[in-house]
């Protein structure tokens, strides 16, 4: 068996990729070393929670002594980190937990993984889950390739840019063998709703209002989290030692046209009148350096490593809400807060 750390398991695409990697690698022992934030979901992992190559471990990457003490007894073989801060909205709100996380937590790791690995780096790898906020706003054309000059506009993005850097100095200095990649916005199941789709359809369903930022003219680049997954994996065990691969869909929406479209989705779904939830749509005050358009170009990882989207988004979206349709105690989990005291109860008192 070999030994594989994966942080952040417990969020939204860090369980696609735990479930990912337990049900392709059965010879892969499996850590997923969380600190179970707000973001950190168990109930997420509920269906492989007790396979025998699976282990949970709940921590704090910035935990250097934790963090030493664990690569010291299970000699991970390979590091997938997902950990961090991820909601923009919040690193606004208090940017120093972003540092802290982000940039700090990531160092930890990569000094845990050099002591550990100690020069012998054969079969080793270090991989940073990075996104594509790094590289800033587009205007109306053009696309982000992995040679485009960091921009990063928020304390979120900034801290990603700072982590990808540290990753990089780690190879470039000690050698450490690494890969990054650079992914555009996800969607699907699991996604805490805080983020914009699981936020709309929750309040869809809830006939609340649905918060558009500014005039919902932004763009985002959507991919459905699977696909991204299916990315992790193949970068993880073909990408070329100390490169970057961006990962997109090639799907860029307006805000406003994605809600236009969800809550027409929602109608048919929940039979309403056609047009009822485009009535909840709610203009308001927008987020602060709003990027305007990110549109990945992802023609490396195609080409090289032979990844693919594989869904339409008019599908992924219609999966998406069936999802969240069909798991509504996963959504009452959360919204009552019921989802953090899953650990005490599953872990603690066995
Ligand atoms: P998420 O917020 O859903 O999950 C983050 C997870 O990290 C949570 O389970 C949380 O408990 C855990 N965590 C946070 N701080 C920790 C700490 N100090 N120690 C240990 N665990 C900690 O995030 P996500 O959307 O799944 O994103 C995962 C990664 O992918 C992030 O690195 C993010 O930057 C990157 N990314 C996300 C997207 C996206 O669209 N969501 C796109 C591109 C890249
Ligand atoms: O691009 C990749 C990034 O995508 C990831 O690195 C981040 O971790 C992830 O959270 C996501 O960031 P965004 O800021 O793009 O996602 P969010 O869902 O917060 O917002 C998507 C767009 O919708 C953005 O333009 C802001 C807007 N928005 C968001 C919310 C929460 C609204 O209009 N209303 C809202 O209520």
Redesign the pocket.
């Known amino acids: 068996m070999k030994n594989i750390l994966i942080?952040?398991?417990?969020?939204?695409?860090?369980s696609h990729v735990v479930r990912r990697f337990l049900k392709n690698y059965p010879d892969y022992h499996i850590f997923n070393?969380?600190?179970?934030?707000y973001?950190?979901?168990l109930a997420n992992l509920r269906d492989v929670e007790n396979l025998s190559n699976y282990t949970f471990v709940k921590?704090?990457?910035?935990d250097a002594d934790f963090i030493q003490r664990l690569f010291k007894k299970h000699q991970f073989e390979g590091v997938v980190?997902?950990?961090?801060?991820?909601?923009v909205d919040r690193s606004i709100a208090n940017p120093m937990e972003f540092i802290?996380?982000?940039v700090v937590?990531t160092v930890v790791l990569l000094n845990a993984s050099r002591e550990c690995w100690n020069g012998n780096y054969e079969g080793k790898r270090f991989y940073h889950?990075?996104?594509?906020e790094v590289y800033g706003s587009l205007g109306d054309t053009g696309y982000f390739t992995e040679e485009t000059r960091y921009d990063p506009h928020s304390p979120y993005s900034a801290s990603?840019a700072s982590s990808d850097h540290m990753v990089r100095a780690y190879h470039d200095t000690y050698g450490l063998p690494i890969v990054i990649s650079?992914?555009?916005?996800?969607y699907g199941s699991h996604?805490?709703p805080e983020?914009l789709i699981p936020l709309a359809i929750n309040n869809i369903q809830n006939n609340k209002p649905i918060p558009v930022y500014g005039k919902g003219e932004n763009i985002r680049d959507w991919l459905f989290v699977e696909d991204?997954a299916v990315a992790i994996d193949v970068i993880y065990h073909f990408g070329k030692n100390g490169d970057t691969y961006n990962v997109g869909g090639h799907n860029e929406w307006k805000n406003i046209d994605l809600i236009h479209l969800l809550c027409d989705i929602m109608d048919r779904k929940l039979k309403r009148n056609p047009g009822a939830s485009r009535e909840l749509i709610t203009y308001v005050k927008d987020r602060a350096g709003h990027d305007l358009r990110y549109a990945i170009d992802s023609s490396k990882l195609q080409r090289e490593l032979g990844w693919k989207p594989s869904l339409q988004f008019e599908e992924g979206l219609e999966k998406t809400v069936d999802w969240y349709l069909a798991n509504q105690a996963w959504m009452d989990e959360i919204t009552t807060g019921d989802y953090q005291n899953y650990y005490e109860k599953q872990y603690q008192l066995r």
């Open positions: 942080t952040g398991g417990a969020g939204f695409i860090g070393l969380d600190k179970l934030t973001a950190g979901n921590g704090d990457i910035t980190h997902l950990a961090a801060e991820s909601h802290t996380t982000n937590g889950v990075s996104t594509d990603k650079n992914c555009s916005n996800n996604h805490f983020k991204h």
